[in-house]
């Protein structure tokens, strides 16, 4: 069975600055889709990036980058210039080809002013 | 173009009560899914469907039951409600079981007492 886990329950940063969200996962495929998605407190649960595993190159949107490391299983989620609106609980999500998305508990990010 | 639509947003039942919580979806998604939150966890899925007609099982399935007798319409039915299913619950879809995204709904908070 496939896991994902991210090990950071809750992190904080200072408006501004540059954090990074960690997530492993484990899987014996070696096709499948990792992606981080966000929920602020208002609840919706919204998309922030995505990745295919047969892509070297990591994603990037905007302020939001990833560093995905195959051969180590991780997937880790850095934010730039962090604003306030960042402050969510940020789910790391991997899907096989064909199967279900398995989500991680989270990791509760809160942005300081 | 609406995504996906879950209705209602609040609820409260009383032990033993039923309810049906509606969902759909106009992005002609074949993939649909229900999933529950509990307070300060991640996501468990309770059933899914692959296009109409067609329902599975996820992780925690008991005390609940689906229908998916068209692509747009996913609706999760509660039987004889449970403290225990006290939860936000949300909807989702995916246009097929590869790279594309999950679209979720703004969940439904749902309070048995």
């Known amino acids: 069975a496939q896991t994902v886990t991210q090990s950071q329950p809750e992190m904080s940063v200072q408006e501004a600055e540059t954090v990074t969200l960690s997530c492993t996962y484990d899987t014996s495929e070696n096709n499948y889709y990792l992606f981080w998605y966000k929920q602020p407190p208002s609840r919706q649960m919204i998309l922030v990036i995505r990745?295919?595993?047969?892509?070297?190159q990591n994603a990037t949107e905007n302020r939001f980058s990833v560093n995905f490391q195959k051969a180590a299983k991780s997937f880790s989620l850095k934010i730039s210039d962090s604003q306030l609106g960042d402050t969510a609980m940020y789910f790391c999500a991997l899907r096989l080809y064909g199967q279900n998305f398995v989500f991680g508990p989270g990791t509760r990010l809160s942005v300081l002013p | 173009n609406a995504g996906v639509t879950q209705t209602p947003k609040f609820r409260i039942l009383k032990i033993g009560q039923s309810m049906t919580l509606q969902c759909a979806q106009d992005m002609n998604h074949n993939y649909m899914y229900w999933y529950r939150q509990d307070p300060g966890m991640g996501l468990k899925l309770i059933y899914y469907s692959v296009g109409a007609g067609i329902t599975d099982k996820g992780e925690v399935p008991n005390g609940y039951n689906v229908s998916r007798s068209t692509t747009e319409d996913f609706p999760l039915r509660l039987e004889l409600a449970a403290p225990s299913q006290t939860s936000v619950y949300f909807c989702?879809?995916?246009?097929?079981?590869?790279?594309?995204?999950?679209?979720f709904g703004a969940g439904s908070r749902l309070t048995v007492l």
């Open positions: 989702a879809s995916s246009y097929d079981g590869g790279a594309s995204v999950l679209t």
């Open positions: 990745q295919e595993a047969y892509k070297q």
